[in-house]
């Protein structure tokens, strides 16, 4: 039997017309449009097209979006300086820095310089913390995503064996915390890893994110396990995921498309962070 | 083979001796003896013991270590003001505060409540996060005491296979993070998990603190492997911990006692956290 396909594009739509509900409830309540600032440091044309596509979501629900743009050698104390200005202005209720930054600044400073309770990506020490803690707040958008996922679709991770391919700070540690959280048993395994494959098919959730296309073949896989692909990874024949999507759907009894699974749930995640840091602007985080 | 014992009084003595001739050059750079405090809520006899073998720990390597002691029927409120007055008094350069506390007391309140800088056991989440990105400043103290043994016995952790039984935030979700952070391959397993045998006997490492005797038996453990045991358990003919010590020996590498293994190394890295909070009280964080 075929893997059911989980349809990312719907579960955003979904997240999107609850946030515009929401929205429009907040506004009502705060007198106030909500309005995220994101700082742009040189002028990746990845990152252009990628702010497009979340100022479009933005607007979508009734955020208003801008960008602060910066020269490529704009110096480390200039940008914790702006970040500062935009910490102290109570026009703004969420602040994003868009990757990458160029290598002279440290991504440490950045992150620990926005105030925690407008931190829309969930990345400062202190909401980390709080999500290593199990005392969850805002949480990085691609393992809220995830998460988003495995509700939707109503697993009980209690006792479940989960997989991860990723160890990195965006997508693989926070995301083996929540999963820590909820009770499931976790592995992360990643490049260093001498044989993933014999953890990788023994997982009931599989969750990849290497970066390496074909990476996950039915060899990985356990018979009707949930496998979920995060990676995104741009091609001649456009993007796809780690995944063997041909092939591991006919083993797999759920699985996520790349493009229109996992992608379009993290912007809809952020939009979901957003709510939360503009809420944060009013009301005790 | 049997396997190498690993003495942590040995090692625990190595440190102290370490600690001692810092203190001695931070007394002369500083003009100020580091001085600790202990916030003790009730009277747990447990907990009067411990902070008594603490404070002997503490003088004999130079520090001041003092109690503030509450009665169990204390606010919340009180409690955070004590820590807001110690927060901001010069002459303490670290917070303790002793678990376990009351049930109307919330670990998380008063765990946000110390300054970072000042947090003697890693459990701000400020720190935390810290540990979970990879920016290490504070480490919980077992967590910490398992890498020292690590580190002290050479074990090069990249593309090891490490198996942690616990996932608490003392314990197994900082530790998991630490490991991953030397790109070990890190699996957590607890009470939920359902086989936890398939992954305890393929550990290259195994770290157990269920808090369950004879849990660990050579079934559990890979020939030749590190197993490290931090349980303390109670029991009518003394302390013992979760590894069936005399079988698994026969089957193990290398091995923690219980007592003698990773206590007296926990104790010794509390005294390594209070120099850090002591020369964060001087220096920048």
């Given amino acids: 039997m075929t893997a059911t396909v989980i349809d990312g594009r719907e579960i955003a739509k979904k997240i999107r017309k609850e946030i515009y509900d929401e929205v429009v409830s ?108 199990g005392n969850e707040s805002i949480v990085p958008c691609t393992p809220l995503s995830v998460l988003t996922i495995l509700e939707h679709e109503e697993v009980d991770l209690k006792g479940k064996d989960v997989c991860i391919v990723n160890h990195s700070n965006v997508v693989g540690k926070p995301l083996a915390a929540l999963l820590l959280n909820r009770n499931a048993t976790v592995l992360v395994c990643h490049v260093f890893t001498q044989d993933s494959k014999q953890y990788t098919s023994k997982a009931d959730v599989l969750i990849t994110g290497a970066g390496v296309p074909k990476l996950i073949t039915p060899d990985h896989v356990k018979k009707d396990a949930f496998v979920i692909d995060v990676a995104i990874i741009p091609t001649e024949s456009g993007i796809c995921g780690d995944v063997d999507f041909e092939s591991v759907k006919e083993k797999a009894g759920k699985i996520t498309p790349v493009p229109g699974g996992v992608g379009p749930v993290t912007i809809a995640s952020a939009l979901k962070n957003m709510i939360k840091t503009y809420k944060n602007c009013f009301e005790d985080a």
């Fill in 26 to 133: 907040l506004k009502s309540k705060y007198k106030v449009t909500p309005k995220i600032t994101t700082l742009l440091i040189g002028d990746d044309p990845g990152s252009k097209l990628y702010l497009k596509l979340r100022d479009n979501a933005c607007n979508k629900v009734g955020i208003t979006s801008d960008h602060l743009e910066f020269d490529e050698n704009v110096s480390e104390d200039e940008i914790t300086a702006a970040i500062q200005n935009l910490n102290n202005d109570e026009n703004i209720h969420g602040i994003l820095i868009q990757y990458p930054a160029p290598s002279h600044i440290s991504q440490d400073t950045l992150m620990s310089s926005i105030d925690p309770k407008k931190d829309v990506e969930g990345f400062h020490p202190y909401n980390m913390g709080r999500t290593l803690l």
